[in-house]
Nanobody
Framework: QVQLVESGGGLVQPGGSLRLSCTAS????????MNWYRQAPGKERELVAS????????TTLDSVKGRFTISRDNAKNTVYLQMNILKPEDTAVYYC?????????WGQGTQVTVSS
């Protein structure tokens, strides 16, 4: 069974940091591009960052460039999102994603709340 499980979310003060993790199972993780998306209340889901099979990363969302970094450990079947200098507008549910056999695979999401 193809599965993605996120962890690491929580409540953090503005300016703080969090590292999200997403552990994959049921497929050959190292063969797939992995993505992080987020969805804030009342807004559409948006792509935050992507990373290739070989570890080349791209931060797609302008508002997080220079603050968020995506990485992966193929030996652990895990993709990470390091989030620094967090802002209240980063508050959202963060989702791990990949495309497998023509279908989008999503994790259950992890809530990140940035508030004082």
């Amino acid at each position: 069974q193809v599965q993605l499980v996120e962890s690491g979310g929580g409540l953090v003060q503005p300016g703080g940091s969090l590292r999200l993790s997403c552990t994959a199972s049921g497929f050959t993780f190292s063969n797939y591009v992995m993505n992080w998306y987020r969805q804030a209340p009342g807004k559409e889901r948006e792509l935050v960052a992507s990373i290739t099979r070989g570890g080349l990363s791209a931060t797609t969302l302008d508002s997080v460039k220079g603050r968020f970094t995506i990485s992966r450990d193929n030996a652990k079947n895990t993709v990470y999102l390091q989030m620094n200098i967090l802002k209240p507008e980063d508050t959202a549910v963060y989702y791990c994603n990949t495309r497998y056999a023509g279908a989008n695979i999503w994790g259950q999401g992890t809530q990140v709340t940035v508030s004082s």
